[in-house]
């Protein structure tokens, strides 16, 4: 049945029948009649967990980091910058070369190392190859079939690549347009700070109202996990706009493949070897947004699945202390890579079972309403409170929103990451269309569908189940709101820069 399958693939992924977060949701529906006492204990759990991550957030907030002494900088560095494309709009990626080119950062001092993965189709890699050909130093191209380890992979083969007096090896996404002293700002950053490796903040283009709030809700990582770790030296990778030290990558033992989110996990082998890191609070290139709801998600579920698989490889060391890193750097990564946990499929699967039993004890619909709630607050607050976000609901707004919008991916991710070892690398899709077929919020409906189903008998079960009702209602409006901002930022991207059509 090809027309059935394709309108699967369409609209409704099978990944959403098979993936381990739907079988643990059916059997959380389940489990309240075929256990009570072990749904009880459960839900207990996965609160105390949530009151966990955040005090592990308050304390990377409020806790004094031990003085990390950094080891300075006697030479100018040398910059090897590497930029990994997989199947990107080849005009999209020769934007961001082209902004790399007009460094102010003398030519003998850089290179630019484009690597191109396993990108089957030659009209998406071969004008990249033909533009660093044409232009000559500092680029060089390299096109490699059967790489291994998706973006780390590749970034490995760049390492590999690179000049042999290089002493910094910067990456840059395929979208990123940085400004012209972007290598020069990252000199006087490394040669202030004394750190082995930097990380900027990642920013988005934007050329009007359309996307703010997607873009705000992006940028609450920054302004508070990477803010606050920066105090203990302890900041991460996250993937773009990172300079690091040539020599402790390689210590580190090169980019690994393990996780989704290699760059984290990269962050997180440099600190356990004592290797400094800094947040530098300072846009230096902006990069596109994702260009749908899908797209969004697909990211958000990879980097929460990604830094949790990260947490579980790395958190015997993190808890016992493992290679002298101090109390306030270790809470800082684990504040880090908690950022876009998010538990709530469980005690949204206990609350709708133990609704639609008729039979749930009361203590247990009382921790899954609070457990519900209390994600709801915890999520709103973040996105609305930094920055003075509030003081411009038309931000704030659509920055809730987005995370709501977002909550069931980052749910699903986190029982994923659980319960499954593979991680695929899915690339955030840079190809603007005039017409996208946007596929339907199945996660979205399938909560907003059981809301509706058990809210009538959360009225009768007292105010935490009408709460955890009212939560399970709120993702698919924020869904439905976020996809017509990112369709308006769309069509935004589409008026700025149509050659960018495919």
């Given at each position: 049945m090809p027309g059935v399958q394709a309108l699967g693939r369409r609209f409704i992924s099978v990944e959403f029948f098979v993936k381990p977060s739907s079988v643990i949701f059916g059997l959380g529906i389940a489990l309240p009649v075929a256990s009570p006492s072990l749904s009880l204990a459960l839900a207990g759990l996965v609160l105390s967990a949530q009151g966990v991550m955040s005090a592990t957030r308050l304390c990377a907030q409020v806790l004094p980091p031990r003085a990390c002494p950094g080891r300075g900088m006697t030479i100018a560095p040398v910059f090897s910058v590497h930029v990994a494309i997989h199947s990107e709009p080849p005009e999209i990626v020769i934007a961001t070369l082209d902004s790399l080119r007009r460094q102010t950062w003398p030519v003998p001092d850089f290179e630019v190392i484009v690597i191109d993965n396993n990108t089957s189709d030659p009209a998406l890699w071969r004008p990249v190859e033909r533009y660093c050909a044409s232009t000559g130093r500092p680029f060089r191209f390299f096109h490699r079939m059967n790489v291994r380890g998706a973006k780390a992979g590749a970034l490995n083969i760049a390492l590999r690549r690179s000049r042999?007096?290089?002493?910094?090896?910067?990456?840059?996404?395929?979208?990123?347009?940085?400004?012209?002293?972007?290598?020069?700002?990252?000199?006087?950053?490394?040669?202030?700070?004394?750190?082995?490796?930097?990380?900027?903040?990642?920013?988005?283009?934007?050329?009007?109202?359309?996307?703010?709030g997607v873009e705000r809700e992006l940028e609450e990582y920054f302004s508070f996990d990477a803010r606050q770790a920066d105090g203990a030296k302890a900041v991460l990778l996250t993937g773009t706009l990172s300079v690091v030290a040539k020599a402790a990558i390689e210590a580190a033992g090169g980019w690994s493949g393990s996780t989704a989110t290699e760059d984290a996990e990269l962050g997180v082998r440099l600190c356990a070897r004592g290797f400094t890191g800094r947040y530098v609070d300072r846009v230096v290139g902006r990069g596109m947004l994702p260009l749908s709801l899908r797209d969004l998600e697909r990211q958000r579920y990879r980097w929460a699945s990604g830094n949790l698989r990260t947490l579980l490889l790395h958190g015997g060391g993190l808890v016992s202390g493992r290679g002298g890193l101090s109390a306030s750097r270790r809470i800082a990564i684990g504040s880090q890579l908690a950022a876009w946990l998010n538990l709530s499929l469980i005690p949204a699967g206990l609350l709708i079972g133990s609704l639609l039993s008729r039979e749930a004890h009361p203590a247990l619909l009382a921790l899954c309403g609070i457990s519900l709630f209390v994600s709801l607050i915890e999520n709103l607050a973040r996105v609305s409170l930094h920055k003075g976000s509030l003081a411009m609901p038309g931000i704030a707004v659509p920055a809730m929103a987005c995370r709501l919008a977002l909550a069931p991916s980052a749910a699903r991710a986190t029982i994923d990451a659980l319960f499954s070892r593979s991680q695929g690398f899915a690339v955030t899709s840079k190809a603007v269309h005039r017409r996208r077929a946007l596929p339907l919020p199945v996660d979205q409906m399938v909560c907003f569908a059981f809301g509706l189903l058990v809210l009538p008998l959360a009225f009768a079960a007292g105010p935490p189940a009408v709460l955890g009702a009212l939560v399970l209602l709120l993702p698919l409006p924020a869904s439905l709101f976020t996809a017509r901002d990112l369709g308006r930022y769309q069509l935004s991207v589409l008026r700025s820069a149509p050659e960018a059509i495919r």
């Open positions: 042999p007096d290089a002493t910094h090896v910067v990456t840059v996404d395929a979208d990123y347009r940085v400004c012209r002293d972007f290598l020069r700002i990252a000199a006087d950053a490394l040669a202030a700070t004394g750190a082995d490796y930097l990380q900027f903040p990642q920013a988005y283009v934007a050329e009007d109202s359309a996307g703010r």
